[in-house]
């Protein structure tokens, strides 16, 4: 099973909460070795969560982590 990393939440506290989409469109918020698992999540409820979670930190976008900056 293929997965597309999405987004990287970067906490304050230095911890990341990173959310990833699976194949069949589970979406996967995982946070250490805690994942919050949602079963064929839209899109709206990804960008709804996403939209909680980001004041908590300052987002990592993909290019960003593939670039080393």
Known sequence: ME???LV???LKDGTHIDFHRDD???VR???E???VI??????MLTTELFALLEP???V?????DQDGK
């Open 33 to 35: 070795d805690h994942c």
């Open 8 to 10: 990287r939440l970067t």
């Open 38 to 43: 949602l079963p064929k999540a839209s899109g």
């Open 3 to 5: 997965s597309e990393h």
């Open 60 to 64: 990592l976008l993909e290019e960003e």
């Open 24 to 26: 069949d469109k589970t």
């Open 56 to 58: 908590l930190g300052d």
């Open 29 to 31: 918020v995982c946070r």
